[in-house]
């Protein structure tokens, strides 16, 4: 199992070095993969005036200071508008939002860069309907492509996490991540902003790890209510240690022996 964890977007140089740090502290002692991710620009928000971030020039600086000084792989999101070969240049692993997903042009041109790329469903979608998407990227030659779960809507202001659809995706073939912060959002129901209840990632995470997924997505910061973007989402720093060792866990007595739904198809 490996983790992609940091705060939702860059506030501070500060911040990230000492999240990145501390996240990488707690997977060492676990033994599991850690991947440091935060947004140099969040594209996608509620309101006009809400906080985007420091703007790519800076928020490349911060994510090239932070692998060179941690020794930390980097993952960060890329948009329709972005300079992709500019982040490719430092990040690790390219992240494409779900309103993207059906974008073909997008898409192609993201995994044509050959880096891992982690492409999160869209809200509206099945979870089978991924398979065209994993074509469209091994079609310009990645198959190094992570499909990432982060709930689906139905219309009622709250996402919901379909379980089989996390095995379902793991009939493309690729690296299964589930986005367990990103699927207690309850869009535009915070004065303008998107809410949330962070209260519901570590059963969503715990349900997640059962399936089987490869890697959990979540984003977390040291003072939650005080974050800049999505902080009802995410879960406050001191609780990742606690939170992660139940996921290891859990992730070593599913993944020790063979899944019994592969015998019953």
Known sequence: MFLIAGPCVIESEGLVLDTFGKLQEIANKLGIEYIA??????????????FTGPGIDEGLRILEKAKKQLG???????????????????????????????????IQRVAALGKPVNIKKGQWMAPQDMMPVVEKCRAVGNNDIWV???GTSFGFGALINYMPGLAIMRETGCKVVIDATHSVQMPGTLNGSTGGNRIYVPPIARAAVAVGVDGVFMETHPDPNNALCDGPNMIPLDKMEEML???????????????????LS
Do not use: M, W
Request: with cysteine; charged share 25%; aromatic share 6%.
């Open 148 to 150: 990432c779960d982060r």
């Open 37 to 50: 991710k935060s947004s140099f620009t969040k594209a996608n928000r509620s309101s006009a005036s809400a």
């Open 245 to 263: 060792t139940v996921l290891v866990e859990i992730n070593e007595a599913v993944k020790g022996r063979p899944y019994l739904e592969d015998s």
């Open 72 to 106: 930390v792989k980097v993952l960060t999101d890329v948009h329709d508008t972005t300079p992709l070969d500019e982040v490719a240049s430092v990040v690790d692993v390219l992240q494409t939002p779900a309103f993207l997903v059906r974008q073909t042009e997008f």
